[in-house]
């Protein structure tokens, strides 16, 4: 999808600058992004964005060039590889070249357990206002991706191949900083090389971040301002469903019932289970008989005593 904002206070409007983006390939202008909802996570991928303004010669009237080519929201892809765009008071009001390449695809999926988005550009060749021969960023390819999975790490990860060109210079870009080239007469370029960025639920990969500050002063165009954005992606997890299978229990309580019948054993009836407190064994006892045993211990050595007497006497 190719969405078009462009926002412009009351000293523009009065000025009668208006701003129409033309995109080739069949897809219809205006027509809405999808949008994931819920707990299925989201993703996103453009090819490009640009956010810039443009001040014509009298530098009474800027007007704002706010376009993008293949941007989606999942369910969603794109793969259209021309954007023009037409600005009142430049280029005579005709069409002009904003991006153009062999192959531009975004492409954004998300399903119950992965959100994703992915960019890839080759052989891209970007124009701003003003210098209709000489290419802002000539490019040979571009990706970024960003992978949301439920339960993991979210991974980001953006790659620049090939050779690149700005304001027909050709320079060599490093992961480490910003790269700026200037250009007397021209212009100035900053490019920010790979960036990526990862949360614990989301990620973000842009190829190249360019701030732009040129003075063409050529086809009623003074300066041209702002920042543009080639191949982004970014994603946010999923929420990890339940697994469906019951936690087991540390405490030995657990699972057991507050009235649970006594086991079942094969014990005779009459007698009692064996491990109860003061138990006997298995004889038909009870926890008395010692007291009982003792008593007739007694009683046994008394009358003995008694024997031994009455014989004495009778002898």
């Known amino acids: 999808m190719n969405s078009n904002n462009f926002r412009m206070p009351a000293r523009r409007l009065a000025a009668v600058a208006t701003v129409t983006a033309l995109t080739a390939g069949p897809a219809v202008l205006g027509a809405g992004a999808a949008h994931a909802t819920g707990d299925h996570g989201r993703a996103s991928a453009v090819v ?3 956010g810039l303004d443009v001040s014509l010669l009298n530098k009474t009237v800027n007007v704002p060039l706010a376009v993008t080519l293949n941007e989606v929201q999942a369910p969603r892809s794109a793969e259209k590889t021309a954007l023009t765009a037409r600005l009142d008071g430049v280029a005579g009001g005709r069409p002009f070249t904003v991006l153009g390449a062999e192959a531009a695809q975004s492409r954004a999926t998300v399903t119950s357990r992965l959100a994703e988005g992915s960019v890839r550009v080759a052989h ?10 000489l290419s802002l960023v000539e490019v040979g390819t571009v990706t970024a991706k960003a992978t949301c999975e439920a339960g993991k790490r979210p991974v980001a990860a953006a790659n620049v191949l090939g050779a690149v060109t700005v304001l027909g210079k050709r320079v060599t870009l490093t992961a480490g900083g910003p790269t700026e080239v ?7 370029v900053r490019l920010d090389l790979s960036r990526h960025s990862t949360t ?4 973000a990969a842009t190829a190249l971040e360019l701030k732009v500050s040129v003075n063409p002063l050529r ?7 702002g920042t543009i954005t080639l191949a982004r992606a970014t994603c946010e997890s999923p929420t990890a469903p339940p697994s469906g299978h019951p936690v087991p229990s540390h405490d030995p309580a657990a699972g057991t ?10 014990t005779a ?5 064996q491990g109860s407190r003061g138990d006997l064994a298995e004889t038909g006892g009870n926890p008395a ?5 003792g008593g007739a211990l007694v009683l046994v050595l008394v009358g003995g005593g008694a024997v031994a007497v009455a014989r004495r006497r009778r002898s």
């Open 124 to 133: 891209a060749r970007l124009h701003v206002p003003g210098l209709p021969l």
């Open 257 to 266: 019932k507050p009235q649970d019948a006594p086991a079942k054993t094969d």
């Open 289 to 293: 008989t010692p007291y009982i045993a």
């Open 219 to 225: 086809l009623n165009v003074a300066e041209v301002e």
């Open 48 to 50: 490009l964005r640009t």
């Open 269 to 273: 009836p009459g007698t009692k289970p």
């Open 182 to 188: 200037k250009v007397p007469g021209v212009g100035e």
């Open 200 to 203: 614990s639920r989301t990620a």
